[in-house]
T-cell receptor, first 116, second 113 residues
């Protein structure tokens, strides 16, 4: 199975940088995803890491350390519209015999509030 | 290109009543997922389809929940009878294959009174 931990809430200032951490314990690992979800809307894909290191995409970067079971999402030049929930999700660890080898397990999400 | 479409967006029913949700995935996506999301929680997988075959339904409460994807495109998720604890957002997602990025629909917010 999977166990995923991320902070419940964070607050940051417009224009600043924020780092959202995610730790996981898993019986199988096949990649880590970050999704953004605004209130009342669908989760939208932000980033994907399967190898150790940093993936950069514009104002968003995501880091993975498989040996430490650790990832973070880095948001630069924060904007008010970045206020949302950020979901860490780990793929793998499901029961392979029942087709769950690529199952995506989500954390509870980190609610980010960006203030002026 | 249209994204994942779900209907209805909102549904309010009394307990013990049946309810059904509909999902139309992105065209060409073979894999379809149904998730349940409670307030303040991440989505939890209920069932995954590869074309018309349910390949992972281990998390689906089969005593009251059922799902189908008869022609390998649209899917319906049904609850009969609904209980108070079923109040949640039901998300549908699709992907080209089960190892590809998942695209989520807007969800159906169910309230059971």
């Amino acid at each position: 199975g999977q166990n995923i931990d991320q902070p419940t809430e964070m607050t940051a200032t417009e224009g600043a940088i924020v780092q959202i951490n995610c730790t996981y314990q898993t019986s199988g690992f096949n990649g880590l995803f970050w999704y953004q979800q605004h209130a009342g809307e669908a989760p939208t894909f932000l980033s994907y890491n399967v190898l150790d290191g940093l993936e950069e995409k514009g104002r968003f970067s995501s880091f993975l350390s498989r040996s430490k079971g650790y990832s973070y999402l880095l948001l630069k030049e924060l904007q008010m519209k970045d206020s949302a929930s950020y979901l860490c999700a780990v793929r793998g660890g499901g029961r392979i015999l029942t087709g769950g080898g690529n199952k995506l397990t989500f954390g509870t999400g980190t609610q980010l509030k960006v203030e002026l | 290109e249209a994204g994942v479409v779900q209907s209805p967006r909102y549904k309010i029913i009394e307990k013990k009543q049946p309810v059904a949700f509909w999902c139309n995935p992105i065209s060409g996506h073979n894999t379809l997922y149904w998730y349940l999301q409670n307030l303040g929680q991440g989505p939890e997988l209920l069932i995954r389809y590869e074309n018309e075959e349910a390949v992972d339904d281990s998390q689906l409460p089969k005593d009251r929940f059922s799902a189908e994807r008869l022609k390998g495109v649209d899917s319906t998720l049904k609850i009969q009878p609904a209980e108070l604890g079923d109040s949640a957002v039901y998300l549908c997602a699709s992907s080209l294959g089960d190892s590809d990025e998942q695209f989520f629909g807007p969800g159906t917010r169910l309230t059971v009174l």
